[in-house]
């Protein structure tokens, strides 16, 4: 078991890994970004069909009237 006096802090004042963290932060962000944007993509392809799917059916029951 190591000495806790000896263990050191690391700290983020190193240039380098503080744009890892941020590199890693932004590409987990755009990732979610780009989930939400095709789950809206997704919501709105369902929407239009079955606008024009109750489109077609109210048509369709006034044409065989």
Known sequence: M?????????????????????????????????IRTSFGYAMTGIVVTLAIAGGIYVIGKQLLK
């Open 2 to 34: 190591p000495n806790i006096d000896n263990l050191e802090r690391k700290s983020f004042t190193n240039k380098t890994s503080r744009d890892n963290l941020l590199n890693v932060q932004r590409q987990d962000i755009l990732y979610r970004e780009d």
